[in-house]
């Protein structure tokens, strides 16, 4: 693979991980400022565009983009160490991104 290829990766990798991060931290948001399921929901879809604004979405969406990110740094890594903070990070907001599923259904 070309410098250019890994830089790009990389990049997108960033991107995925600071969407993934965004998202939790609007939804943890919106969860702590809300009482109810039913207004938390509405609260948060009204953050996205009307194109995207599905439950299914914005839950399998986050999981995909980090997925990828994941697999990509822990690839990457060369170290043992980095793929072990690779993989725990990953495990960190997996464990978010259920935490928001569940209580979004």
Same mark, same amino acid.
């Given at each position: 693979?070309?410098?250019? @290829?890994?830089?790009?990766?990389?990049?997108?990798?960033?991107? #995925?991980?600071?969407?993934?991060?965004a998202?939790? *931290?609007?939804?943890? =948001?919106? $969860?702590?400022?809300?009482?109810?399921?039913?207004?938390? #929901?509405? $609260?948060?879809?009204?953050?996205?565009?009307?194109? &995207?604004? =599905?439950?299914?979405?914005?839950? %399998?969406f986050?999981? &995909?983009l980090? &997925?990828?990110?994941?697999?990509?740094?822990?690839?990457? $890594?060369r @170290?043992?160490?980095?793929?072990?903070?690779? $993989?725990?990070?990953?495990?960190?907001?997996?464990?978010? %991104? %259920?935490?928001?599923? *569940?209580? *979004?259904?």
């Amino acid at each position: 693979m070309s410098s250019n @290829t890994k830089k790009f990766l990389t990049f997108i990798a960033l991107l #995925c991980i600071i969407f993934v991060l965004a998202d939790i *931290f609007l939804w943890v =948001n919106v $969860a702590n400022t809300y009482e109810t399921e039913p207004e938390m #929901c509405s $609260a948060y879809m009204r953050y996205y565009p009307d194109t &995207i604004r =599905n439950t299914q979405g914005l839950v %399998l969406f986050p999981m &995909i983009l980090l &997925i990828f990110a994941s697999l990509y740094f822990i690839r990457s $890594a060369r @170290t043992n160490f980095a793929k072990i903070v690779g $993989a725990t990070f990953a495990v960190l907001l997996a464990i978010f %991104l %259920l935490w928001k599923m *569940f209580s *979004f259904y």
